[in-house]
């Protein structure tokens, strides 16, 4: 089945008949992916049609953006196989590479806006759920919302340099490990959150001074990108959502995260320690209560709390008027 192009699957589909449910094969970059694009396709379902979400090959085991957008040259395309990927940063290039120009303009490849699903399952409103899913504590100790648009805040100006590094070829001067190092939260704690958003707008002013020592000609073109961003729907307070999605988990979520389930899970163990209840009682709550508990990257991984964030709407609306 590698390579195939829709008009196997149109071919496939007329074979079944006009009462069978039309199959769309939707091909993805990795395993991590197919449940998440489920997430987006599932609700279109009906009795005329069904998606299958696989990855572009079955035989080499080849996985990635690359291999799954080869499968959309030429006659491959069409109605009954569809390619969903990872923005990256093709929807922020616009079309000044050819891999952009594929993501954004064909009717048939669908795209996160956000730079990757990671970065819908670190979406700031649900990761309190999240909290709530790993210590079945529902005490609201943090802020998510409000540090991330913090956190964006902060990082909003060194990610316009990073846009337009990437657009005109100079990321060998500013890559994105670069940014991501610069934005690295280190030292957060729960109780002074201030100090790791103050620690971060220092390590990018400090960035930004010497860019603009490189490139003192440079200010409109920031500008520029800058306006371009802005329209495309990228903000100050949601910069979180655009950066590299594994630096996002990885570095910054999941640490801040697991400091505030520890919290959560001390507070839980704490009320059950000093309860009334007799010893042999305790022991047995608190028994049952660490064996509920789950693992923080698990449950941050199967995270779908970002339905309602507008970007996942507006790629359901991308697929409604595909299907329309």
Wanted: proline share 3%.
């Amino acid at each position: 089945m590698d390579n195939l192009d829709s008009r196997y699957f149109e071919a496939a589909n007329a074979l079944r008949g006009k009462q069978a449910r039309r199959r769309i094969v939707a091909y993805v970059e990795s395993y991590d992916d197919i449940y998440f694009w489920r997430t987006v396709l599932s609700r279109f379902e009906n009795e005329q049609r069904y998606f299958e979400v696989m990855l572009p090959s079955k035989m080499n085991l080849t996985r990635g953006k690359k291999s799954v957008l080869m499968n959309f040259i030429g006659e491959h395309v069409g109605p009954d196989m569809i390619a969903c990927v990872d923005a990256d940063f093709d929807y922020l290039m616009q079309g000044a590479t050819e891999q952009s120009r594929r993501v954004i303009n064909s009717p048939y490849v669908f795209h996160t806006y956000v730079y990757a699903i990671e970065n819908y399952q670190c979406y700031a409103p649900s990761l309190h759920d999240v909290c709530v899913a790993v210590t079945l504590n529902d005490h609201r100790i943090f802020d998510f919302t409000d540090y991330f648009r913090q956190f964006s805040e902060a990082c909003f100006p060194l990610f316009v340099w990073s846009v337009w590094a990437y657009r005109t070829g100079h990321h060998g001067r500013f890559s994105l490990s670069d940014f991501n190092r610069i934005t690295d939260p280190g030292g957060f704690t729960i109780q002074n959150p201030e100090v790791s958003i103050a620690n971060i707008r220092r390590k990018v002013g400090t960035k930004i001074r010497e860019l603009q020592r490189h490139y003192p000609n440079n200010k409109e073109a920031y500008l520029k990108v800058k306006d371009d961003i802005l329209a495309l729907g990228v903000t100050p307070q949601t910069t979180y959502l655009y950066i590299q999605g594994h630096h996002l988990f990885d570095t910054v979520v999941a640490p801040i995260l697991t400091k505030v389930c520890n919290l959560l899970r001390q507070e839980r163990q704490s009320e059950i320690y000093h309860s009334q209840a007799h010893r042999t009682q305790k022991r047995n709550e608190m028994s049952c209560y660490e064996n509920s508990q789950q693992d923080v990257k698990s449950m941050l991984k199967k995270n779908i709390g970002y339905q309602q964030c507008p970007r996942f709407l507006q790629l359901q609306g991308d697929v409604e008027r595909f299907l329309g």
